[in-house]
């Protein structure tokens, strides 16, 4: 890379979906090109597949450095219980083995997970009020725990598969997604990011959109005008959108992230915060953004 070379040309936010189905309104897609310039929604008119946005994502990849973000948890805590699935045999105790083993085990249209869920190992989950306490189901990793620690707010948990979030369900879904980007784009932070210049210096992180909010100065709610967008837009170090009409929340989310994808990528400490060990590289991930 030379000096001023920039090491992503592209920064893209993925609002994903866990939900059933083979397309999915949920999902919305917003790319950043390196500079200040406004983000904007890929295919907004657009219902997107899983599948398909995979396929889009390798030819992006193919065409340019692109640093992906993704809003799901690469995996589920690890470090505060010492296993993925307590008690469970077989159960894998790295991240990439147990996006492997979740795709193994998940047999739901279109990259889905609910079956893993909801068959495979369903003691795991809070699907509601039957299951009992829900606090005794929510549990954090350890970047879960920091961005907490500062006030980040990251309330719900790879276990919680009901609600308005379905995170487990978004999650799931996404490791398997992951299983099929292994080995052909960088993860961080289970792989080291690409060398630049390389032939593939793409690389996928974990995102947060509250996180970027909060950086933008905003208070981390939901942003439902396009003026709420461009004024965290703005907070950003970006253009600001001058959308023609209000965003859904998807993609709002989206278009802010992507922005603050793209201010923290510049430097270079954004890739190594002090919380993250090879330990938790290796099993829980870390969501780009918590310092």
Same mark, same amino acid.
């Given at each position: 890379?030379?000096?001023?070379?920039?090491?992503?040309?592209?920064?893209?936010? /993925?609002?994903?979906?866990?939900?059933?189905?083979?397309?999915?309104?949920?999902?919305?897609?917003?790319?950043?090109?390196?500079?200040?310039?406004?983000?904007?929604?890929?295919?907004?008119?657009? @219902?997107? !597949?899983?599948?398909?946005?995979?396929?889009?994502?390798?030819?992006?990849?193919?065409?340019?450095?692109?640093? =992906?973000? =993704?809003? +799901?948890?690469?995996?589920?805590?690890? *470090?505060?219980?010492?296993?993925?699935?307590?008690?469970?045999?077989? @159960?894998?105790?790295?991240?990439?083995?147990?996006?492997?083993?979740?795709?193994?085990?998940?047999?739901?249209? $279109?990259?889905?997970?609910?079956?893993?869920?909801?068959? %495979?190992?369903?003691?795991?989950?809070?699907?509601? /009020?039957? $299951?009992?306490?829900?606090?005794?189901?929510?549990? +954090?990793?350890?970047?879960?725990? &920091?961005?907490?620690?500062?006030?980040?707010?990251?309330?719900?948990?790879?276990?919680?598969?009901?609600?308005?979030?379905? *995170?487990?369900?978004?999650?799931?879904?996404?490791?398997?997604?992951?299983?099929?980007?292994?080995?052909?784009?960088? /993860?961080?932070?289970? $792989?080291?990011?690409?060398?630049?210049?390389?032939?593939?210096? !793409?690389? %996928?992180?974990?995102?947060?959109?509250?996180?970027?909010?909060?950086?933008?100065?905003?208070?981390?709610?939901?942003?439902?005008?396009? &003026?709420? @967008?461009?004024?965290?837009?703005?907070?950003?170090?970006? $253009?600001?959108?001058?959308?023609?009409?209000?965003?859904?929340?998807?993609?709002?989310? &989206?278009?802010?992230?992507?922005?603050?994808?793209?201010?923290?990528?510049?430097?270079?400490?954004?890739?190594?915060?002090?919380?993250?060990?090879?330990?938790?590289?290796?099993?829980?991930?870390?969501?780009?953004? %918590?310092?």
């Amino acid at each position: 890379m030379n000096d001023g070379e920039p090491r992503f040309r592209s920064f893209v936010a /993925i609002d994903w979906s866990g939900a059933k189905g083979r397309r999915h309104k949920g999902i919305a897609v917003a790319e950043a090109r390196h500079g200040s310039g406004a983000p904007r929604i890929i295919r907004p008119d657009h @219902v997107w !597949s899983r599948t398909e946005l995979l396929d889009w994502l390798f030819e992006q990849a193919e065409r340019e450095p692109t640093l =992906f973000g =993704f809003d +799901f948890s690469f995996a589920p805590p690890f *470090v505060e219980r010492g296993a993925y699935l307590p008690g469970e045999a077989n @159960v894998p105790t790295n991240a990439r083995a147990f996006w492997h083993y979740v795709d193994h085990h998940s047999d739901d249209e $279109d990259l889905g997970a609910a079956s893993f869920l909801e068959a %495979v190992h369903r003691p795991h989950f809070y699907f509601g /009020i039957a $299951d009992g306490v829900k606090a005794d189901f929510v549990h +954090f990793r350890q970047c879960d725990a &920091a961005l907490n620690a500062q006030s980040g707010r990251k309330t719900a948990s790879a276990y919680d598969a009901i609600g308005a979030a379905q *995170v487990a369900k978004a999650s799931f879904s996404g490791m398997r997604l992951l299983h099929r980007l292994d080995g052909q784009v960088a /993860i961080w932070p289970i $792989d080291p990011l690409p060398t630049p210049g390389s032939k593939n210096a !793409s690389a %996928v992180v974990e995102i947060y959109t509250r996180i970027y909010l909060r950086r933008a100065g905003m208070s981390g709610a939901k942003l439902r005008t396009a &003026a709420d @967008v461009d004024r965290a837009l703005m907070g950003l170090g970006s $253009d600001p959108a001058s959308l023609l009409v209000d965003p859904t929340d998807h993609q709002s989310d &989206a278009l802010v992230t992507a922005a603050g994808m793209r201010a923290l990528a510049q430097d270079p400490s954004s890739f190594a915060p002090p919380g993250l060990t090879a330990q938790i590289a290796r099993t829980e991930g870390w969501t780009f953004g %918590v310092l």
